[in-house]
C-alpha cells in the first residue's frame, strides 16, 4: 500500500494511556527512543534518550526496562556504558567505536496486567476486582512494549536492521538511515514474522505542535503487510502499531497487546 502525506488535519481518536486492548490508534502514551544524531561521522558518542509520551518528543513518563541495549553494525548485542533513570525520562548514552549502522532499543518490556469483559459482544476494560454486569467472558492482558531507533556512522549496514526484537516488528525494507524528501520509506509490519494485512499504522512527527494544522496520520497496511511512505517535510517521526494476540503458551497471561514504535528521520 502505498501513502503520501499532505499536510491535512486528520480527527483525532481517544484512547486511555497505555492501552491493552489491541489495533487502538494514538493519542495513547506511547514509549519512543530519541537518539540525540542519527548520523554520525567523526562523532565518539551517541546520547539517547526514552520515555513514554503523547506530544512528541517530550518526555512524560521514564520507560522502565531492564532490557535497554545496543544491537552493533554487525549484528552484536551490547549494553548502554551509561543508563541514568528520572522521572519522565531515561538517559542512555553509548561509545560510536565501529563504522556502519547502530540499533537503539528498549528491548521487549511487559507492562501493566489488566483484565478485560466480552459485554454484549464488545470485549471493555474490567476496573477493580468485580466483573461488569453482562459479562459472559473474562480474558487476563499484559502489554509488550519494543521502541527502536537507528543511527548510521559513515556508511549503512544491514544487520542490526534485520534483527528481529519481539513479536510485533515493524520491519524497515528502505534502510532507516537512508529516508529523505526525494524517495520514500518502505516498511513491513510483522507478527511471529508473518506480515500482518490491515494493520493499524500511526504516524506522528516532533514539534507538529507548532505547525498551523497538526501532523497526524492514522494508515492501514496492504495484503503483504507494507506501507509506501512518502513525505511532505523533513523531521524526526515516530511510526507506532499495536496488535493484541494470544499470549505464547506458559503466559501468566491470556493474552497481550503488543506496541512496537520506531523513531527515524526524514532528510532533506
Known amino acids: 500500500m502505498t501513502a503520501s502525506f499532505p499536510r491535512t488535519r486528520l480527527s483525532l481518536i481517544a484512547a486511555s494511556a497505555l492501552v491493552l486492548g489491541g489495533g487502538v490508534p494514538a493519542q495513547a502514551h506511547t514509549s519512543y527512543v530519541l537518539p540525540n544524531i542519527f548520523t554520525a561521522n567523526a562523532e565518539e558518542h551517541v546520547t539517547v534518550e526514552s520515555a513514554f509520551t503523547e506530544k512528541f518528543f517530550q518526555p512524560e513518563l521514564a520507560v522502565d526496562s531492564a532490557d535497554f541495549h545496543i544491537i552493533l553494525p554487525d549484528g552484536s548485542r551490547a549494553e548502554f556504558e551509561t543508563v541514568s533513570k528520572h522521572r519522565q525520562v531515561v538517559i542512555l548514552e553509548s561509545p560510536l567505536k565501529q563504522d556502519g549502522t547502530y540499533r537503539f532499543t528498549t528491548g521487549v518490556r511487559r507492562g501493566r496486567v489488566g483484565k478485560t469483559a466480552l459485554v454484549d459482544g464488545k470485549w471493555q476494560p474490567v476496573r477493580g476486582d468485580a466483573a461488569p454486569a453482562g459479562a459472559t467472558q473474562i480474558r487476563t492482558s499484559q502489554t509488550e512494549t519494543v521502541a527502536d ?20 516488528a515493524i520491519h524497515p525494507v528502505t534502510h532507516p538511515s537512508d529516508i529523505a524528501l526525494d524517495g520514500r520509506f518502505d516498511l513491513k509490519i510483522l507478527f511471529d514474522g508473518k506480515p500482518l494485512a490491515d494493520q493499524l499504522v500511526v504516524i506522528d512527527r516532533g514539534g507538529a505542535e507548532y505547525d498551523e494544522v497538526k501532523y497526524h496520520q492514522e494508515l492501514k497496511t496492504g495484503p503483504d503487510g507494507g506501507l509506501s511512505l512518502k513525505f511532505d517535510k523533513a523531521g524526526i517521526y ?20 503488543y506496541t512496537t514504535s520506531l523513531t527515524f528521520e526524514v532528510q532533506r
Open 149 to 168: 531507533a537507528y543511527l548510521t556512522k559513515k556508511g549503512p549496514t544491514r544487520a542490526p536492521v534485520d534483527k528481529q526484537i519481539g513479536r510485533l
Open 238 to 257: 515516530e511510526i507506532m502499531t499495536r496488535h493484541r494476540a494470544d499470549a505464547p503458551a506458559g503466559s501468566q497471561t491470556d493474552e497481550r497487546s
